[in-house]
């Protein structure tokens, strides 16, 4: 029996619940993680009276709740689906499997209640269930060094219990996962002609990340030691990317507001961003996230005596677009059913 | 409202009170509703540029 348990046997379980009140004991899919976990937050504060017999205050029990930040997994081609309907409430289904088309859309409406499970199966066989929770987070990064897709996740909820629980498709990076380096996969991007798919291939970036962040917070009242209300606030958007310099092309469009132009743009000048991948074994499976409406702020690049390549820092502000999500993923998997 | 998708398609989402819905197209792929919440969550979907669900009268 070994002394130390190993820290690499962990399963993350996602669960889509019907309601609030039904958290579920079967995880739709187990996730394993490149880090990160949902724990349960148990502060205590201290009670500071004017008592000159006790020399520290004693401690009482705040009220509990759960929190998930920074879980990153690989992009699966379908367990993602139920961390984009986490987000993304709507799924309107199109074609037959296993080109299921799934549109997603109602970003920043009433979100899906999910349930999260922490599997420990070499650690006491240990399965917690993270219950009535909320995504408040997702990102999707690809960077030069190739392989998966990384999908973060973070999470806020209100019940943490002891109890079995099991899952339906446990993940594994051996049937595959999205790449920005496979074959057909893309960037496209334009940075002055939004609301429309951009058709101008970006073949310069090293890297790229979009994220979402949902704020959120656990609310609790005056009369119970858990939390049953979740405060859900706005969103927000990040984008970055690394681009090797090529042209001033970008630099021009964004702050002279022309590729020819030569002095400061008076307006804001908004392109579109496109990013396409593609899954690694099945030729089928593909993940769309498309940005509508985007400022494409980039910075001049610096000068540097050690010979290195000249790089360009493009920070993407989303804008509102003309209709429909500010972000709008496309997934199409051999998943039949609508989430 | 009326709309209009794929046929035997379906489209599903959450309602404001947490609850999950879920609606069928029929086998003409239309689909009619009198559920204020449905319609505007089937009218943001058509928006999708990949969504098969177009508005109707």
């Known amino acids: ?339 | 409202m009326k709309f209009t998708g794929e046929k035997n398609g379906e489209a599903s989402g959450v309602f404001a009170n947490g609850e999950a819905w879920h609606v069928k197209f029929d086998a003409n792929g239309s689909l009619s509703t009198k559920d204020p919440q449905i319609d505007a969550a089937l009218l943001a979907a058509s928006e999708h540029p990949d969504s098969p669900i177009k508005a109707g009268k």
């Open chain 1, 1 to 339: 029996m070994p002394i130390v348990a190993p820290a690499n046997n962990y399963y993350l379980g996602v669960h889509k619940q019907t309601n609030e009140a039904t958290v579920g004991t079967i995880g739709d899919y187990g996730f394993p993680v490149y880090g990160g976990r949902p724990t349960p937050v148990y502060d205590a504060g201290d009670i500071n009276v004017t008592d000159a017999a006790s020399i520290a205050g004693d401690t009482f029990k705040k009220p509990s709740s759960w929190v998930a930040e920074g879980i990153t997994t690989p992009g699966f081609d379908d367990g993602l689906g139920t961390l984009l309907q986490a987000m993304w409430p709507t799924d309107t289904p199109s074609g037959a499997a296993p080109s299921r088309i799934h549109a997603y859309s109602g970003l920043g409406g009433t979100q899906s209640w999910i349930s999260m499970y922490g599997r420990w199966p070499a650690a006491g066989t240990k399965y917690h269930t993270f219950g009535k929770g909320l995504m408040t987070g997702l990102t999707f990064e690809s960077t030069q060094d190739g392989g998966p897709l990384i999908v973060g996740m973070s999470a806020i909820g209100q019940t943490v219990t002891d109890e079995a629980s099991t899952l339906t498709v446990t993940e594994s990076t051996s049937s595959g996962y999205f790449s920005l380096q496979a074959a057909s996969s893309y960037i496209r991007g334009i940075p002055n002609v939004p609301n429309a798919a951009p058709a101008t291939p970006l073949t310069n970036v090293q890297n790229v990340k979009v994220e979402l962040i949902r704020n959120a917070s656990a609310e609790p009242t005056v009369d119970s030691a858990t939390v049953s209300n979740i405060a859900q606030g706005k969103l927000s958007f990040a984008v970055s990317m690394e681009w090797l310099w090529a042209d001033w092309t970008v630099f021009n469009m964004n702050y002279f507001g022309a590729s020819g132009g030569t002095t400061l743009s008076g307006t804001q000048v908004t392109g579109a961003l496109e990013l396409f991948w593609k899954h690694s074994v099945s030729a089928t499976s593909t993940f769309k996230l498309y940005i509508p409406a985007m400022v494409f702020a980039a910075e001049m690049p610096e000068p540097n005596p050690d010979g290195s390549p000249l790089r360009m820092t493009v920070t993407g502000r989303v804008q509102k677009p003309s209709s429909g999500d500010h972000i709008v993923p496309t997934l199409t998997n051999n998943v039949t059913p609508a989430y």
